[in-house]
């Protein structure tokens, strides 16, 4: 009979990461895609930001969701749940206006559980916060393997992950645009990294721009006296960026070669710098020269903005 190994668990998580922020905040965001799978959730690994300012406090992680743009924060602790934590991750949700909140532990106490589970009861289901413990695992002497538990997660979450069958017309053409977008781009050796196509107005690219990316829109309502089809640089939360890019705007705009409009957005700190062009969603002949346009204008966009960044 062959033999078997030993399963046993590493107690002490600090012998593979001995500093919280250095190590383990480290591990977790080159290991996003792990975390998005533990829960069900796509994080788009290129825009996250490690150590993302709130005032005079820092996220560990800061991130997005892919295609929907929904916000992400992560909070990481190499011990025990604590109040100081709880209110950190409130605290950070309220300065990112986050939808989605993640906090990694070695261990839930029993009171900050329920706490979660209470904001998970009395908060809607656009925002969602997830409790997880993280585990390290070895066979006899292997390499470390970690293992997130999900301790207390939303509770429409799995409701809907398998709602988005249920889409209305409209969203069923906009998932087929952008599908349909990602083909022909990639058949045009797109230099710019696609994702997933998503049931909505607008699509994702990111250039290597901290805080900020290229967004493709489209406007289903389109008429005849309307422009329907926008590319924007969107920054959600950096006016110091914006203003920079401000400041050189009439060389920017001398290197694109095309003007665009600029947008401080009121009452929010998202900012958005926006070109337009004529075009309907509806009429399937057209997207091919949509498509050409999107791919002209943001790899111009993207060379540009990250000249003056």
């Known amino acids: 009979m062959s033999s078997i190994g030993n399963l046993k668990k590493i107690v002490d998580l600090r012998t593979l990461w001995a500093h919280e922020e250095k190590d383990f905040s480290k591990w977790v965001s080159e290991n996003l895609s792990m975390l998005g799978d533990a829960i069900e959730l796509d994080i788009d690994t290129e825009s996250a930001i490690c150590e993302s300012a709130v005032g ?50 070695k261990q839930a106490r029993d009171e900050h559980r329920q706490a979660v589970e209470w904001l998970n009861e009395h908060t809607d289901e656009e925002i969602g916060v997830f409790l ?36 209305t017309l409209t969203k069923q053409l906009q998932l087929k645009f952008w599908q349909n977008f990602i083909d022909y781009a990639k058949n045009k050796n797109f230099p710019i990294n696609l994702g997933k196509a998503q049931p909505q107005h607008w699509y994702n690219l990111y250039v290597g721009i901290s805080d900020a990316h290229i967004e493709l829109t489209i406007n289903s309502k ?46 929010k700190k998202a900012s958005r710098i926006i070109c337009n062009t004529n075009g309907d969603l509806k009429n399937e002949q057209q997207w091919q020269s949509i498509f050409d346009w999107y ?9 540009i903005f990250n000249k003056y960044k």
């Open 132 to 167: 997880i413990e993280i585990e390290l695992w070895q066979i006899d002497n292997s390499l470390p393997a970690p293992k997130f538990n999900i301790v207390s997660k939303p509770n429409n979450w799995q409701k809907t992950i398998k709602n988005t069958g249920d889409f």
């Open 222 to 267: 389109t008429n005849g006296n309307r422009k329907g089809i926008g590319i924007e640089v969107y920054i959600p939360d950096d006016k110091v960026l914006f203003t920079h890019f401000m400041n050189n705007k009439d060389k920017i705009e001398k290197d694109l070669g095309f003007t665009m409009n600029w947008q401080e957005l009121p009452d």
């Open 56 to 105: 005079n406090f820092s996220i560990d992680i800061f991130a997005e969701e892919e295609g929907t743009r929904r916000k992400i924060i992560i909070e990481n602790q190499l011990s025990s749940t604590d109040h100081d934590h709880l209110g950190k991750i409130i605290t950070y949700a309220a300065g990112k206006n986050a939808d989605v909140i993640i906090w990694i532990v």
């Open 295 to 303: 791919i002209e204008k943001s790899v111009k966009m993207k060379e």
